[in-house]
């Protein structure tokens, strides 16, 4: 009992991470619309919209469509369902008091089953320079219900699809190398103060558990922009930044290995720790925001992020919990890291005194 309430983190981290691990592959990814043909319109004549859906339930249940145009929601003249993932549906002219403006709608869907759900921007809606307004507009006679889905699923996001779970894998695993990197920082402060070995190889213990996590990080998001931007490796900030971050900590180990005598080890290897920790920060987190505009990853660069997709928060469900779950595993890891250095470097040490004598 008294080992169990001492590891409870450790017991903790195991269970979170079996927990996001299963959750987050069996996990079926909801509604979506996966596109919209045209995606161009004249918005002062009549229009017609065929829908594409992924997952969805059109034929189950009351199935309603509007767009949002300025804040406002603009409803079919009617809705013709085709099957469970196609709709076919029209539109009245829009009344607006525009000319010769592109606006951005979005396309709404909501069904029983399914719940609610949306494409954000989807839609290119054109005014002429001299447009001829209709006295009315197709108003929606019943307001939106927001009703909930049926089922617990991951948010449908296009390009994404099923790898969007690959979010409860990639990401936490550069939230494990942050936490990691910052215990590995602390540890060299701590050496350079004291001159205690044993803080040296604690900060190298985690430091080389945060490299690991970061490769992991940079290979999971290898896989994922091939499948979702074509390529493994984009002309993209953020992962130039990832990159070399990670490149600070291979040199790290590095430096370690060129040095032969311990103490010089512990403070010069100290010394780049502290420096090389914060220029990782900004490398991944600040240096990338700055140079957002052209960049691929959600929430960067005006792309929506998962939030805006994630309307019922199932994904938080899983997502969070699974990040604790990794960065507690990755301390785990850390610890028995460095006390098996420890170990080594105590044996190292009585072998040498044995000799000495």
Request: charged share 15%; aromatic share 14%; proline share 4%.
């Amino acid at each position: 009992m008294t080992m169990l309430k001492k590891n409870w983190w450790k017991w903790l981290g195991a269970v979170l991470l079996l927990y996001g691990i299963f959750i987050g592959t069996s996990t079926k990814v909801g509604p979506g619309i996966a596109q919209i043909s045209p995606t161009k319109v004249t918005g002062n004549q009549e229009f017609n919209l065929n829908i594409e859906g992924y997952n969805t339930h059109f034929n189950s249940g009351n199935t309603q469509v509007w767009l949002k145009v300025q804040g406002k929601p603009i409803c079919p003249s009617s809705i013709k369902i085709i099957d469970q993932n196609h709709l076919s549906v029209s539109f009245d002219t829009i009344a607006l008091n525009l000319s010769g403006n592109m606006l951005a709608s979005s396309v709404f869907i909501e069904n029983e089953t399914d719940g609610l759900f949306l494409a954000n921007d989807i839609l290119q809606l054109q005014f002429p320079e001299n447009p001829r307004f209709a006295d009315s507009v197709v108003a929606c006679g019943n307001a939106p219900q927001h009703l909930s889905q049926q089922y617990f699923s991951f948010p449908y996001r296009i390009v994404l699809f099923e790898t969007i779970r690959n979010l409860n894998f990639h990401v936490p695993m550069w939230f494990a190398m942050m936490v990691l990197a910052l215990v590995s920082f602390i540890f060299s402060i701590k050496h350079l103060k004291t001159g205690n070995a044993k803080d040296d190889i604690w900060a190298n213990g985690f430091a080389k558990t945060a490299l690991l996590f970061g490769l992991m990080g940079v290979s999971t998001g290898m896989f994922w922009a091939n499948f979702t931007w074509g390529e493994p490796w984009p002309n993209d900030p953020k992962l130039k930044g990832a990159a070399v971050g990670v490149l600070l900590y291979v040199a790290y180990q590095v430096l370690r290995s060129s040095i032969d005598d311990d103490d010089k080890t512990g403070r010069i290897s100290a010394v780049y720790n502290v420096f090389a920790f914060p220029m990782f920060i900004v490398l991944i987190q600040l240096l990338p925001k700055f140079m957002a505009d052209d960049s691929l990853h959600p929430n960067a660069g005006g792309n929506s992020g998962f939030s805006d997709y994630d309307l019922d928060n199932n994904l938080r469900k899983v997502f969070y919990p699974i990040s604790l779950g990794w960065v507690l595993v990755a301390a785990w890891i850390g610890q028995l890291t460095a006390r098996v250095d420890w170990l080594k470097h105590k044996k190292e040490f009585q072998l040498d005194k044995y000799v000495n004598e």
